[in-house]
Each structure stands twice: as C-alpha cells, then as structure tokens.
C-alpha cells in the first residue's frame, strides 16, 4: 500500500498554455500537452521510479522491447485492456496507476464530480446493510423518486455529474429507511441494491480503485437481508463485473460461478456473467473460450421476449450481446474487421450509456486503421453526443485521441479531433 501511495505522489506533468483557449469544454482544471496525456508517459515514469530496464520489463509484460519502447515515447497507444494490464503487472502496480489518476480535476471529471465521489465513498465506507445514518427520515414517496430517477435516468443517460450528487443522500436516505420503514423495507433493500451498483459503476468509470468492490460489497449485504437467490445471484455477478483488470484469471472464475448459481428464471443474470466471463478470457487473450460464452450469452437472449430486457437496468438482450461482440472484438485485435459484427448491431434500442459504448468501441476498431479513420474519429463523436461524461472519462479513448493527435500536426488534425481533444483535456503541443 505504501508503494502505490508513492508511485502516485509521483506525477510530474507540464501544464499546456492552452487552457485558456475559446471553445474549451468549461470546466475547472488545465489542458495537458498531448506528450504528457499518453499512457506511456506514465509507464516510463513509474518503470524509471522502480530502477527496472526496459528489457526486462517488456520480457515480464510478454511483449519486445521495441514495442515497450514505442509505447513509452507516444509513438504507439495502448488500446487494449490486455497490454495495459500485462504492463501494470510487471511494474506491480494496478492498471489505475498507468492511467489518469481521478483525483486531479480535468475536463474529462470535473471537480464537482470529483468531490461528490468523497461524498459517496463516506456514505459507502461508513454504515453497513443494517446500521442507520442519523439522518432526518424523508417520506418514501420522495426517496423512491430519487430512486426512480437514478435508474431510469441518471445512469441510463451517464450522467456522472448528477449521479455524483444524488447518491451520497440516496444511500443514507435508502439505509434509514431498510431498518425504519416496515412497510416500505423490501423496496429500500432493493433500492439499496440499485444506488450501490451505480456507485461502484460511477467508481470503476472514474477510476476510484478499491471503491467498486466495496459497493458491490454492500450490495451483497442488502441482497443477503432480502433472502431471494435472485438477488443474491446478481450480487454475485457485479462482483465479478467490477473487479476488472485487477485479476483477469479471478474476474474469469467468479463470473463462471455468478452464472452457474443464477435461477433459472433470470437468464438476465446468467447471460450477463457469461458476457462479463468472455471478456474476462479475450483480455487473456483466449479468443475460443471468449466465444464460447458469447454463443451462451446469445442463447440465453432469446429466453427473452423483449430485445432488451426491462429488468433490473442491465439492458440485457440480443442487441446488448451484439455490443459485447463488438468490445470482444476490439480486444482481441480483429480492428476494422469488428465492422462486419456491428452491422448487425441497431443499439437505438439500449439506453444512451451503452449506446455510447457501442460507438465508442466501433470507433476504436475503426481508427486502428488509416483508411478508416475518418469514419471511427465520426463514432468517436457520436458517442459523445449521447453520453459526453462517459466518452471524455474513457481511458481507451483518451489514449487513442491523443496518438491522433500527435500523428497530426494542428492544421492537418482536424477541426473535429482538436475539439474532441480538448474537451478531454489534451492539448497539442507547438
């Protein structure tokens, strides 16, 4: 612990002087020129910090020293999961370390999001399922249409801003009422299930290390007082959901065993820890276990009668399985080729959030090639129209802009992707 304190501590980085330029995405916190914004940067400055050669830590990464080198000077990005995180192996450090770190305000996460975060962690780490805040109670009718605008807006919609402010009151409000509100105890443990989740997914997207797990804990706290397999279940495959890059291999087992304790009659849960377990296995590189739980996921679909399923805001359903075959893609390397799986794919019918990462993942694809990079920067773009928070606070996407931009100087990079740049919080330099 007290190593990754000072791996962090230690985040040297020139400010752009265009912070102050017209048509900046309004918010606080300065521009970083594009050589400072990659990922590389920072893989250079904690493999220096260690005293560890290049050589040997691409041997440790699998990948040669070329490349390692390539990645450290901006001249290749890390696009895919399983780089950074075999990388981050071999330094011993998280994948969080080699990315932005959340708690230096830019344009990608606001300061406001950024300080309600504190806020959630504090309502999270403070009381367990069971204990009550001492908080004034509120009517349940005002809570539940907290609750109901949390899910059928705010995080449909990823809205980090909002959901950054509603949820430290939710939680204590959600608390009080599980243990005050007789009547109303089912809904609240349920209630408490959904605020948790969002908060972990907030965490993880913001990259809050430590804090999703914790959520998804609390989670399994509330859905152990209700007592219902089903919810229990679903606990089970957020835990496995959130744990991320931390540990592939152990994100792999525990979305096998969330989709093997699943009910029968909630193919929702099943299908979607087969869906986290395939891409547990490509960032692994395993490209036929990877497909072998697509095809499950895809199976379990048409259990379903709607093309997404209502229940429980997991979106899952045949066009969700068809996202996910697109991020599969994208991870295991197949590049502009992933636009022959997604011209199956109609996301209108998903909500707005997983639109946008459907876009976002077909526009990476796309931009891994130079004939098609017109079109993946357009996806890019559309993204963000529909879910802007989401896009800018996306590290894939920072990486894959920035290299962009770095290709390209100020005329020739486009008017669009300077725009995109910026409202990221990267600045080219010259």
């Avoid at 809570?143 to 909002?162: G, K, S």
Wanted: proline share 5%.
């Amino acid at each position: 612990m007290i190593e990754l304190v000072l791996i962090r501590g230690y985040r040297p980085l020139r400010r752009s002087k265009y912070a102050g330029q017209e048509g900046v995405y309004a918010e606080d916190g300065d521009l970083v020129d594009v050589e400072d914004a990659h990922i590389g940067r920072r893989v250079r400055e904690i493999r220096t910090w260690r005293g560890m050669s290049l050589t040997a830590t691409a041997e440790l990464a699998g990948v040669t020293g070329a490349y390692l080198s390539m990645i450290e000077r901006g001249l290749r990005p890390v696009t895919k999961r399983s780089v950074l995180e075999a990388i981050a192996q071999a330094l011993r450090v998280s994948p969080v370390d080699l990315t932005d770190q959340p708690r230096e305000p830019s344009r990608a996460a606001s300061v406001e999001v950024i300080a309600a975060m504190t806020a959630i962690e504090d309502a999270v780490t403070s009381w367990w399922v069971g204990e009550v805040p001492d908080v004034p109670p509120r009517p349940w009718p005002e809570v539940a249409a907290d609750l109901d605008r949390l899910n059928r807006t705010l995080r449909p919609n990823a809205d980090y801003a909002a959901q950054g402010a509603l949820l430290p009151g939710l939680i204590r409000d959600l608390l009080a009422a599980a243990e005050t509100d007789t009547e109303h105890r089912r809904s609240a443990l349920v209630g408490l299930i959904a605020a948790y989740k969002a908060a972990a997914y907030l965490a993880h997207d913001l990259r809050f290390a430590g804090l999703p797990t914790l959520a998804v804990d609390r989670m399994r706290g509330a859905a152990e007082e209700l007592g219902d397999p089903v919810w229990t279940s679903y606990a089970a495959y957020q835990r496995a959901q959130v744990l991320s890059g931390a540990n592939r291999p152990r994100q792999y087992e525990l979305a096998v065993g969330a989709a093997d304790i699943a009910p029968a009659s909630r193919p929702e849960v099943r299908g979607m820890a087969n869906l986290t377990a395939a891409l547990a296995a490509a960032s692994q590189g395993d490209a036929d276990t990877a497909q072998t739980h697509l095809a499950e996921a895809a199976s379990l679909a048409e259990l379903i009668d709607a093309d997404v399923s209502p229940w429980c805001q997991t979106n899952f359903g045949r066009t969700n399985v068809g996202i996910w075959r697109v991020s599969i893609g994208v991870e295991l390397g197949e590049g502009a080729r992933v636009a022959e799986i997604a011209d199956s794919v109609r996301p209108g019918t998903v909500s707005r959030s997983r639109q946008a990462a459907y876009w976002i993942d077909y526009g990476r694809a796309l931009l891994s090639e130079r004939k098609t990079r017109e079109d993946g920067l357009a996806a890019l773009l559309r993204a963000e129209t529909l879910a802007p928070q989401k896009v800018r606070s996306n590290v894939f996407v920072r990486e894959t802009v920035t290299d962009l931009l770095a290709m390209a100087n100020r005329q020739a990079g486009g008017r669009d992707l300077r725009g995109l740049a910026y409202r990221m919080g990267v600045a080219p330099t010259g």
